[in-house]
């Protein structure tokens, strides 16, 4: 928990958003879903996923299937640094998740359509579970890690997709302040998330793009650079989390 910011350090900070990063992430609105922002100061960081059923209604039938990403997808390739995801519902409680970069020469596959996902570039077909089925391609696609709660919540880690929070006490005026600091995406959106405890749900709040600016911003557009937020600090205590919007693409 955060204390008295003048003597907040930063290895208490890394733990505070290892703790932030670790918790249940279900804060997805309407027709999105949040991947946490990394949390680690040692190694390349995992990107942990946490994604509504009952925000994508094609997951709520068997042979559904939808495409996420950070970023958009054109002429057959990501517009950033990240592939999409591809989630299949094979039945009620089986789901696959598959890393949507094609193993024949990297295009970005589509989602599970018809009996298949199909390669746009050399039409390769992938099954449900991203096994090869016709098509150039050699090897199925990448399968990823997932797991559903028997409910609504699946939940994935990605390795080497997350990214580093970094977060220093600033003052402003008379206020005092957070300052946050992460590598952006660009193409991604990225919201800053805060609970007093962890019992209570995440919530979006507002932050500011100067140390002096009002804090009236509640998302902040990757550009591929570090980017610095900063939040004023309403509570004596809390978690931070910085999360990158995950959409259909
Ligand atoms: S890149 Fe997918 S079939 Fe060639």
Known sequence: MMNDTSVVTRREFVRLFTVAATASMVGSRM???????????????????????????????????????????ASNQPTGG???????RESAMV???LDSECT????VV?????????????ASRFGIDGRRLAGPAALPLKKLPITFDGADLLSLEIPNLGFTVTGSPVVSGAKSRLMLSFPSTLGAEHELMFRENLNLPW??????????????KTFIAGNDRVLKIYADRSA???FYAVTVKVKPV
């Open 82 to 88: 990240n592939y999409p995801i591809i989630i299949n």
């Open 236 to 238: 004596e205590s809390g």
């Open 31 to 73: 027709s999105y879903s949040t991947m946490l922002a990394q949390i680690s100061n040692s190694g390349l960081p995992s990107g942990f996923f946490h994604i509504r059923i009952s925000d994508f209604p094609a997951l709520q039938k068997n042979s559904g299937s939808v495409r996420l990403g950070i970023n958009r997808v």
């Open 104 to 107: 024949h020469a990297s295009c």
């Open 203 to 216: 919530g979006s709040i507002r932050f500011a793009t100067t140390l002096e600016g009002t804090a009236d």
């Open 95 to 97: 789901f696959h998740a």
């Open 110 to 122: 589509g989602a599970f359509v018809a009996g298949a996902s199909v390669c746009p570039c050399h």
